[in-house]
């Protein structure tokens, strides 16, 4: 793939984003000191939904 094409996002990227960042929230509130395990989850799906890798 050449530098001047770009990747189309799936939608179901940004999904998995939403779902994992509505379960960071969630546990933000419910259990404070558990908050971080979904995070990297957030963290992949956003990057990947940046098409940045």
Known sequence: ????QER???PL????FLVSLV???A???ISP???WVPL???LTFMVLG???I
């Open 33 to 35: 000191e558990w908050f």
């Open 23 to 25: 379960i960071t929230i």
């Open 27 to 29: 546990l933000l509130v």
């Open 40 to 42: 990297p989850f957030v």
């Open 13 to 16: 990227i940004w999904v998995g």
């Open 50 to 52: 940046m098409n940045k």
């Open 1 to 4: 793939m050449t530098e001047t």
């Open 8 to 10: 189309k996002t799936s």
